[in-house]
C-alpha cells in the first residue's frame, strides 16, 4: 500500500503483476527493460514448422518462445487444428497456459524450472527421440545438452530476440531511480535485471 513498484517487463506481459500491485493498494510503473522482437530470419524456424509430424515432441521454456513459435505457424498458413496432436512439454504453469490457448496439448511440466527436474519428468522415455526446442537468442544451451546427454535428439530454432530498451526511455529511467521514485524495482527475467544494471554501470 502507497508503494511505487517498477515494473520492467515488457508492456505486452506486465497487465497481471499491474493489476495485482493496484490491487493492494500499490502504484505501479511500467518500464520494460527488454525488448521482443522476430529473429533476424525465419528460414530454420519454418522449416522445422514444415517438419512438425517429424519431431516426438516440442519443448517451450517461456510464453515468447510459445507465442511466437505458433504465432509464425498459423501466419505461414498452418492450421490451428492441427496443433492439438502436437505433444508439448512446458517449464511452468504460465507457459503451458500459452500452449493451451493454441490448442496443443501439454504432456507434462516439471515440479520447478530446471534442466534436472525437466530429465526427471521426461525420465528414459525420449531417448532416440527428437525433440523440438524453439527458444530466444540468448537462451543457454543448459537445457538441450542436459536432454542431449540423455540420448533425446534435440533440434534448437530461435524464434524471438531479446533486445535492450529505447535509449531515450533508459536515460529517463535512469534520473528517475536516482530521484527515488520508486520503492520497489521487480524483475522477471534475467536479461531484464542485466540490462536494468547496465544502465547505472561506470
Known sequence: ????????????????????????????????MITIGPPPSWKECDEAIGR????????????????????????????QERFSSLRTIAVGEKTAAAIALFGAQVAGIPDHYS????????GGSYAGKRMLLPRGNIARPDLADALQGTGALVETVCVYVT???????????????????????????????ANFASLFSV
Open 52 to 79: 512438425l509430424a517429424d519431431y516426438d515432441a516440442l519443448l517451450f521454456t517461456s510464453v515468447n518462445a510459445v507465442e511466437s513459435f505458433f504465432g509464425r505457424a498459423i501466419l505461414i498458413g498452418v492450421p
Open 115 to 122: 534442466g534436472g527436474a525437466l530429465i526427471t519428468l521426461l
Open 163 to 193: 533486445g535492450k530498451p529505447d535509449g531515450l526511455a533508459a536515460e529517463s529511467l535512469v534520473r528517475r531511480v536516482l530521484a527515488g521514485e520508486f520503492d520497489v524495482v521487480t524483475f522477471a527475467s534475467p536479461s531484464a535485471a
Open 1 to 32: 500500500r502507497n508503494r511505487v513498484i517498477l515494473v520492467t517487463r515488457p508492456d505486452t506481459q506486465a497487465g497481471e503483476l499491474v493489476r495485482d500491485i493496484e490491487r493492494r493498494g500499490g502504484t505501479a510503473v511500467v518500464v520494460p
